[in-house]
């Protein structure tokens, strides 16, 4: 029996969507090389994760083995996939592998941290294969909400695995690559061992849509405005920008893009040849010197982003251009659970402006980029896999994931982010359990989750905070009464009298009481001394503020 194993490791992406990150690995145990499959991100929110820029995948686990990572693939240039190659890049110095257009956008990542674009290798499409340690990988086509996505045909001495990355069956994507059973017929003609597949739209139970049917729906609504019309979706979903584009042109109009992503990633389609016939646009300068009648502007921050075109728009002028009463808008797109809040902010000021607002809840004018329950049925029926790994999800996908390919009569197994399988075998077994975790991007440092700063942050936007100032002279006796300056906080309380005053009082009080071991110890009097304020600051306002002590002791 062989002593060597294909493991399998998801440390971002599984149990969650977004922040993908997956390890396979060949050989002896605890000696496998390696190969990492996407970097990702996830996005924060204001109420868990306030002021932090970036949510990162924690890879200390892949970084202690760095020496055996053999090469790093990125499946497709999603922010969840790519996000983090720039930012974690340099703790791993393994080669980068991906196609022309997902490449282009790592180099850019890469460069903005400083690092050179030239550690990314172009691959071509399936049959183009990469012998990379043990393994020998390719990129496998799959329509998506972004040009060239693919996945992974993964061939190990263990067998044939599949990573699917994310994809739907589109056989008429309009950019990009459509859905071609007979590659995928011919990719499973050698047999699949284990297929790792994306799980989001598990749940959904009818047939995913074509992105080539929202195009007359969309031409339908900008062909009957009368005054300005403004559209937003994902700047990467350069397909639908295009459908925008083109129903603008044919209704008379003159396109405007806005928003700097959404730049970058037409100029990036164009410069790397998967998008050649993108309308004519007009700068935001040329396009105030046309009548509103004539406009069609498409915009970024589709999700409610505060600084993005679409929330400028709503909340007066961005770039000299605005929307006036009997204007529309258009959101061409889905709100990510979470977004909502920020969305209907944006809705909310546009009605104000009388800008009438349609959103996708017709289901007209945005479709998923993700496979739905039948064509996940179809995906297994035409891989035939041994196994179905479930992956890119929440736990309740997964899960679902798991209960459909078991029902098909296939091994199956729920794997979250740190639990690493075993897949030489014809049924996945659990190997190990890896921690796992995330970093924060805070400003221009890396912090970990647990390291408490942001737990401190949330503390104080709930709670408020309190500096106590004490000094104290030669004889451990206080020179002056201590005094607070509070911040977050209500200036009257219960007494009517000002906070700072009654916590300064009760907190002098304390001192005068305290036994003289207490007041000689620096830690006994800060542990005083936020107790006495915390305690007073609850009577008075009904809050236990965060509190930072300062003693000074005069020698």
């Not at 905070?465 to 002279?473: E, T």
Request: net charge negative; hydrophobic share 40%.
């Amino acid at each position: 029996m062989s002593s060597e194993r294909l493991i399998y490791l998801p440390l971002g992406g599984s149990g969650e969507v977004g922040m993908n990150c997956y390890v396979y690995g060949y050989g002896p145990e605890n000696n496998e090389r390696l190969i990492v499959v996407d970097l990702g991100v996830t996005f924060p929110d204001m109420d868990t994760t306030p002021g932090v820029d970036l949510i990162l995948p924690e890879i200390s686990w892949l970084e202690a083995r760095r020496d055996r990572i053999d090469g790093i693939f990125i499946t497709h240039g999603h922010e969840d996939h790519i996000g983090a190659l720039g930012h974690l890049w340099a703790r791993l110095k393994a080669p980068v592998y991906a196609r022309a257009f997902t490449a282009h956008l790592g180099r850019m990542k890469l460069e903005e941290q400083g690092h050179s674009g030239e550690v990314i290798k172009t691959r071509g499409a399936w049959p183009e294969q990469r012998q990379t340690g043990p393994f020998n990988v390719g990129f496998l086509p799959v329509s998506h909400s972004i040009p060239e996505s693919s996945g992974l045909v993964i061939d190990t001495p263990a067998g044939r695995v599949v990573h699917t990355g994310d994809f739907k069956l589109d056989r008429s994507p309009g950019v990009g690559e459509p859905y071609d059973p007979a590659l995928w017929a011919e990719v499973a003609r050698p047999g699949i061992h284990a297929l790792v597949c994306d799980s989001t739209n598990v749940q959904s139970l009818h047939e995913g849509r074509s992105e080539s049917s929202v195009g007359p729906e969309i031409e339908r609504l900008v062909s009957s405005a009368k005054g300005a019309v403004a559209a937003t979706t994902f700047a990467s979903n350069v397909a639908r920008v295009k459908t925008l584009a083109e129903a603008g042109t044919r209704a008379g109009r003159s396109v405007v893009l806005l928003g700097r992503a959404m730049r970058r990633m037409i100029t990036a389609a164009i410069e790397t040849g998967v998008l050649t016939d993108f309308p004519q646009v007009v700068s935001p300068e040329d396009a105030q010197q046309i009548p509103r009648e004539n406009l069609m502007l498409l915009t970024t921050g589709s999700q409610g982003e505060r600084r993005a075109a679409t929330a400028q728009l709503s909340r007066g002028k961005f770039l000299g251009l605005q929307l006036k009463e009997g204007d529309l808008f258009l959101f061409s797109s889905k709100t990510i659970p979470g977004n909502e809040s920020s969305v209907l902010r944006i809705i909310n000021n546009f009605s104000e402006m009388g800008v009438d607002v349609v959103d996708d809840s017709s289901g007209l004018y945005h479709v998923s980029g993700h496979a739905n329950r039948p064509d996940l049925l179809a995906v297994h029926e035409v891989l035939d896999p041994k196994m179905v790994i479930p992956m890119h999800g929440e736990h309740r996908m997964l899960r679902a994931h798991a209960v459909l390919a078991e029902n098909g009569g296939r091994a199956a197994i729920i794997a979250p982010n740190g639990k690493m399988l075993d897949l030489t075998g014809d049924v996945p077994q659990v190997a190990d359990y890896v921690e796992t975790g995330r970093d924060y991007l805070d400003g221009d440092v890396r912090i970990g989750a647990l390291d408490g700063i942001v737990r401190d942050r949330i503390r104080m936007a709930l709670n408020g905070h309190v500096l106590v100032n004490v000094v104290l002279d030669e004889d451990d006796e206080l020179l002056g009464d201590p005094w607070c300056e509070t911040m977050g906080l209500a200036g009257t309380g219960r007494s009517n009298a000002p906070v700072v005053d009654v916590l300064e009082h009760d907190l002098g009080q304390a001192i005068a009481r305290a036994g003289q071991k207490t007041v000689a110890d620096d830690a006994a009097m800060e542990d005083l001394a936020k107790k006495t304020v915390r305690r007073s600051a609850q009577e008075e306002i009904g809050k236990k503020p965060e509190v930072t002590v300062i003693i000074s002791r005069l020698s």
